[in-house]
């Protein structure tokens, strides 16, 4: 099975299972995306293995939520995520992460410093 990168447009009854996971603290009912708020996930074996957030205005986009269950952390299943959903949306020129609930800031920074990102005042940017 190959891992793959997905935007979710409709959830799944497995799908909200599988957020459920990556995203306890937030409601099924507060996932659904639309147009500008976007929804990425990484996928293996028809399930869900981490999730981002993706707001869009114009030519910038803000990221949020990035989180990728425990067990397949550091196996390169973020900076997949995170790469593809980039190179798929090559209109947008500026990209920040923000750090809002972010368990441990060095391992989000190393991660996004991976990834070109640099600090900025409420995350990092690239
Ligand atoms: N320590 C140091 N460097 C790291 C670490 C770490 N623990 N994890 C990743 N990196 C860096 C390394 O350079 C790594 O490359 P290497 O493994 O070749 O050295 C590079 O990032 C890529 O690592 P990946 O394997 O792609 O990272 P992973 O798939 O584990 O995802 C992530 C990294 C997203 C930071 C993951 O650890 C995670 O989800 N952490 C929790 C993030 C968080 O706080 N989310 C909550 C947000 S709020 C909310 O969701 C409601
Ligand atoms: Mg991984």
Same mark, same amino acid.
């Given at each position: 099975?190959?891992?793959?990168?997905?935007?979710?447009?409709?959830? !799944?009854?497995?799908?909200?299972?599988?957020?459920?996971?990556?995203?306890?603290?937030?409601?099924?009912?507060?996932?659904?995306?639309?147009?500008?708020?976007?929804?990425?996930?990484?996928?293996?074996?028809?399930?869900?293995?981490?999730?981002?957030?993706?707001?869009?205005?114009?030519?910038?986009?803000?990221?949020? !939520?990035?989180?990728?269950?425990?067990?397949?952390?550091?196996?390169?299943?973020?900076?997949?995520?995170?790469?593809?959903?980039?190179?798929?949306?090559?209109?947008?020129?500026?990209?920040?992460? !923000?750090?809002?609930?972010?368990?441990?800031?060095?391992?989000?920074?190393?991660?996004?410093?991976?990834?070109?990102? !640099?600090?900025?005042?409420?995350?990092?940017?690239?």
């Amino acid at each position: 099975m190959k891992l793959t990168i997905l935007r979710l447009t409709t959830l !799944s009854d497995q799908d909200i299972i599988d957020l459920g996971k990556i995203w306890p603290e937030y409601p099924a009912d507060t996932l659904q995306p639309d147009a500008t708020h976007m929804l990425y996930a990484a996928c293996f074996n028809e399930r869900l293995l981490g999730a981002v957030r993706v707001t869009v205005n114009g030519q910038r986009a803000m990221l949020d !939520s990035l989180r990728i269950r425990d067990l397949t952390r550091r196996r390169g299943v973020g900076l997949y995520l995170i790469e593809e959903l980039l190179a798929r949306h090559p209109e947008i020129t500026h990209w920040e992460m !923000s750090d809002q609930g972010v368990e441990d800031r060095a391992v989000m920074n190393a991660f996004m410093q991976a990834l070109g990102f !640099s600090p900025c005042a409420h995350g990092w940017q690239r």
